[in-house]
């Protein structure tokens, strides 16, 4: 039977190793050096990950850092799990450290869920909003150019009576985006019995920059590509996704908001 395998840190040449692993159990800890990170430090490939800790089938070893150690396990994939970096063992070799993403999905399905819960939110506020007094305003913008249409030609009358109009709102789950790129990809649909527009400001909520601002929406037409303000980075933001509404006719009187809160996921694109 093989001696199992005793694994040290070594950052000795190592880019940056911006992350933590922590094992509280164990009382360990070491950090590694992120996913994104690594591809800089070999963007032709070039390193051997000799097995992993967190999570693992087959114990080969352990990773020791000053008096505490962990399992270190043999390369597998698991369910609900990915690799976040990895830990520099000495030369081109590393341990990779696998992170849970079980309770990120649960996060999103509850995410999901509040959204569902505040369509209902919406329409009741719709309906209180419609009756204040309507004010003709100068029109609130144009038709977006990246509007798809969904029921023929476009015909908006002069004036519609919004006084027992209900504005429906799809709820929004997390938003998938593609690191590196403005161009993006996620369908925004507003319903076909709206009586209105919609307009959508997509916000980080950490920082409060808006990286998305939408024209018109009309009622029946969906935005499924659009760019962004700027390129993101692989990981998790924190997002609001604000609507204001207006009046489908020529007058485009401000109606209800609403807003959702989600999750934008930035990945690496297909094939990296």
Known sequence: MAEPQVFRPDYSGAGEARGTYNDSSAGFSVSYIKKKDIKTLYPSGGFSVRGQVGAGREELGRLESGEASVPVYSIAKLAHKRVAGYVPVGGDDYIAVMQDTLLLWILLMLLALAAIAGLAFGIHAAVQASAEPETTTAPAGVLDPNAEEGLGQ???????????????FNGITEMHFVAGQREQNYVFSNPKDNPCY????????????????????????????????RELEVGEYATLVHFDTYSFDKEQRPLNKMNFRTTIIVEEPAGE
């Open 198 to 229: 919609y307009k959508i400001t997509v916000t980080l909520s950490d920082t409060g920059e808006t990286i998305y601002t939408s024209d018109l929406l009309p009622p029946g037409y969906s935005i499924s590509r659009f760019e962004i303000s």
């Open 154 to 168: 476009l015909d908006v009358p002069e004036h519609i009576d919004t006084d027992t109009a209900m504005i429906d």
